[in-house]
C-alpha cells in the first residue's frame, strides 16, 4: 500500500511513465520496458472501467465537491473488491476497514443519520452473519459479512437492501449461466463479494432512481 510500484516478473521500480493509465500500456506494447515481459491485460480494463465509471460519477453529479470525491473513492475500493474476491475469492481487512470509518466521516459530514448508517451496517452485516453462522462458513466467508458492514456506512440501510437484492439476482443468474455451460458444478462456490461490489456500483450510480420507480409503482411513501 505504501511502497513504489514494480514489476512483477523483475522486480524493477517502475517511473511515472510506466504508469500512465492506458497510455502506459498502449506505448510500452503491453511489455514491461525492463524485461520485456508480457503485461497482463487485466491492468489496462480495470484502468478502463475505473474511468469509465469516473465518467458516470462526473456526468450525473456535474459539479466537483465532496459527494463526487467521496462517489470516486467508493468506486476505487468496489471495483478493488469486485477484482480481488473474482480472481483470489479473499476480502482484505486492510482494505474493508480504512474504508469503512472513511466512509462513516464523509457520510456524516455530508448530513447522513447515524442511525441511518448504524441500521445500514447492522441489515448488511446481519444478514451475512446469519447466513454464514447456520452454514458455519460454508454459504459465506467472514469478509462477505465485513462488506455487508461497509455498504451498510456507504449506502445507509435503504441502498443496502436494494445492493443485496441486486447482487442475489445478479449471483443467481451467473450461477443459472455457469451451470448450464457446464463451466460450475452444483454446490461450487462463486464469490459473493464480486456481486455486492457490482451491485453496489450500480446502487451508486443508479440507486436512488431504481428505488423511487419501484416505490412509486408499489404506491409506497419514502
Request: with cysteine; net charge positive.
Amino acid at each position: 500500500m505504501w511502497g513504489r510500484s514494480f514489476c512483477p516478473n523483475c522486480k524493477c521500480e517502475l517511473k511515472i511513465v510506466d504508469l500512465i493509465p492506458l497510455f502506459s500500456f498502449i506505448i510500452l506494447k503491453c511489455k514491461c520496458r525492463y524485461c520485456l515481459q508480457k503485461i497482463s491485460y487485466q491492468y489496462f480494463f480495470i484502468e478502463l472501467t475505473i474511468g469509465f465509471l469516473f465518467v458516470l460519477a462526473f456526468l450525473q453529479h456535474q459539479i466537483i465537491d465532496l459527494l463526487l470525491l467521496r462517489n470516486l473513492f467508493f468506486i476505487l475500493v468496489l471495483v478493488f473488491i469486485f477484482v480481488f474476491d473474482l480472481k483470489y475469492y479473499l476480502i482484505l481487512d486492510r482494505v474493508i476497514w480504512p474504508a469503512f470509518f472513511i466512509a462513516m466521516v464523509i457520510n456524516l459530514y455530508l448530513g447522513f443519520g447515524i442511525w441511518n448508517l448504524v441500521l445500514g451496517a447492522s441489515i448488511g452485516c446481519g444478514f451475512f452473519l446469519v447466513q454464514y453462522l447456520i452454514s458455519s462458513g460454508q454459504w459465506i466467508g467472514l469478509g462477505d459479512v465485513k462488506l455487508g458492514a461497509l455498504i451498510g456506512v456507504m449506502f445507509g440501510w435503504q441502498l443496502t437492501l436494494l445492493i443485496i437484492a441486486i447482487a442475489y439476482v445478479l449471483g443467481g443468474l451467473t450461477a443459472i449461466i455457469l451451470l448450464l455451460s457446464k463451466k460450475k458444478k452444483f454446490g461450487e462456490i462463486l464469490p459473493m463479494g464480486t456481486f455486492l461490489a457490482l451491485a453496489s456500483i450500480i446502487a451508486l450510480l443508479w440507486g436512488e432512481q431504481i428505488l423511487y420507480y419501484y416505490i412509486n409503482i408499489l404506491g409506497w411513501q419514502m
